[in-house]
Structure formats: C-alpha cells, structure tokens
Nanobody, 124 residues
Framework: VQLQASGGGLVQPGGSLRLSCLAS????????MAWFRQAPGKGREFVAAIKWSGRSTYYGESVKGRFTISRDTAKNTVYLQMNSLEPEDTAVYYC??????????????????WGQGTQVTVSS
C-alpha cells in the first residue's frame, strides 16, 4: 500500500488549499481514510476522517467549518479542502489509511499506512 500526498504550499492567511492523497494497493472505498498534521515541536494531530462507505465524515475541533474531507473513488484519491487558513494551520499534513475499519478514527495508532507528508505554510 502506498499513499502519496500532494498539494501543499505557501498561502496567505485567509487563503485556501486543496490537498490530495492518491492511494495505491488498496481501494479507498473499502478503508477508512484520514488526514493528520504535525506542527514543529508538536505531536501529530487529527484533522479529518472519512468512513469507508463515504457516508460519514469527522473533523478535529480546530478545523470544523473550515476544512472538508472528500474522496473520488474512481481516482482512488482523498482530498482535504482547506479554507480560511490561519497561521496555526502551518504543519506537515499526512494522509493515512485504516484497513480494519476501527471506530476510533481520531486515534493515530489505528492507521497502518501513512503518506510521506506535504508541507502547508500559512504566512503573510
């Protein structure tokens, strides 16, 4: 299984970015998918998750109302649309895949597969 994250970059406060995570080796329609992030000097933080069925999405408190997770099963790709970005959103963003369908989607350890990370920097 390989996860390839892309779409990061430098954006001004209030701007938007869309991250992509291309999965190979497993179908995202059969697995829970998530985004986590890690800021310098901090632990990894849950950002968003989408259930294998695509019918349920979940968000961390700090991004609710600003970020949206979605997927395109035909492209086997998960997206993270990030709007109203703030300097506090600066971090390396990682996509992750849980092959077991765990219900505690916010827990880092339930995800067996991780992408390489993509840097998001919010600064004027």
């Amino acid at each position: 299984v390989q996860l390839q994250a892309s779409g990061g970059g430098l954006v001004q406060p209030g701007g938007s970015l869309r991250l992509s995570c291309l999965a190979s080796g497993r179908s995202i329609s059969l697995n829970n998918m998530a985004w986590f992030r890690q800021a310098p000097g901090k632990g990894r933080e849950f950002v968003a998750a989408i259930k294998w069925s695509g019918r349920s999405t979940y968000y961390g408190e700090s991004v609710k109302g600003r970020f949206t997770i979605s997927r395109d099963t035909a492209k086997n790709t998960v997206y993270l649309q990030m709007n109203s970005l703030e300097p506090e959103d600066t971090a390396v963003y990682y996509c992750a895949l849980d092959p077991k369908g765990n219900s505690d989607y916010w827990v880092e350890s339930v995800y067996d597969y991780w992408g390489q990370g993509t840097q998001v920097t919010v600064s004027s």
